[in-house]
């Protein structure tokens, strides 16, 4: 039975600033925020992709993605992206959602597989940063950025870490993958009273759930779902969308539902 391993490299340079850098004149964003989500921050990582995802030890691509959908504005920007096989099936679709001015999920829908498969994540790391396997949430103290799966995997008994000069790596091992399934991360600056992320079980295996605690100790409840969904419980509130944030506690905004693109 194959097992699924996350990996980390590469540099991350940059300085972090949720700005309207991802978005593009009209409200449309820039589709480089599919490939490099951490450009929400005002960063970039080398290569053609950060958050890469690999199947069986095939790195997936992620230029030209097909947008399906997205929507920019005050509070949260949202893209949606696919890549389809030569018959013309979705196989792969990413989505980034970044709440302003706090923290960002990235989501890969693994569509186009069955069973058991060794999946692969490599994230951008800078210099001197590190991956710690912390149990069931391996978490990335990247630098700049703070980084934290979310994926449902059961985790293997061994883990490894390491830290070093930018093109080292750490190794978390899990337990195996059945595809189709999301893979999911939450990331925000990398900094006293960051935000706390929680994964949230959810109902429905390809909604993907986490309770995000802000510093002032307001709660965001984030449902990501791989359609439009009628009806996304969060926070015991009923929210409709591609993705909602139910929100509560001192100094929390309104909910947050997007449901309509630019």
Aim: hydrophobic share 40%; charged share 20%; aromatic share 6%.
């Amino acid at each position: 039975m194959k097992h699924t391993k996350f990996l980390a490299y590469a540099a991350l340079a940059g300085v972090l600033n949720f700005g309207s850098a991802t978005a593009e004149p009209g409200g449309k964003l820039d589709p480089l925020l599919l490939s490099h989500p951490e450009t929400a921050f005002g960063a970039q990582t080398s290569g053609e992709a950060n958050f890469v995802e690999s199947i069986d030890q095939k790195v997936l691509s992620y230029s030209s993605p097909e947008i399906v959908f997205q929507k920019s504005g005050a509070e949260a920007d949202f893209i949606v992206g696919v890549w389809r096989d030569s018959q013309g099936k979705v196989v792969h679709q990413r989505e980034v959602l970044i709440v302003k001015p706090d923290y960002g999920v990235v989501v890969d829908y693994l569509l186009g597989w069955k069973g058991n498969h060794e999946v692969a994540c490599a994230i951008g790391i800078p210099s001197g940063g590190s991956v710690a396997d912390t149990g069931s949430n391996p978490a990335v103290g990247a630098g700049e950025l703070a980084i934290q799966r979310l994926g449902l995997a059961k985790p293997a008994p061994a883990s490894e870490a390491a830290s070093g000069p930018a093109g080292t790596h750490a190794l978390a091992q899990t337990g195996p993958i059945t595809l189709p399934a999301p893979i999911a991360w939450a990331f925000s600056r990398n900094q006293s009273g960051a935000p706390k992320f929680e994964p949230i079980q959810a109902a429905n295996p390809m909604v993907v759930k986490c309770r995000v605690t802000l510093p002032g100790g307001s709660i965001d409840e984030v449902g990501i779902a791989w359609e439009f969904r009628d009806q996304l419980h969060l926070g015991g509130k009923v929210l409709k969308g591609w993705a909602a944030i139910a929100r509560k506690g001192p100094g929390a905004g309104t909910d947050i539902e997007i449901k309509q693109a630019n």
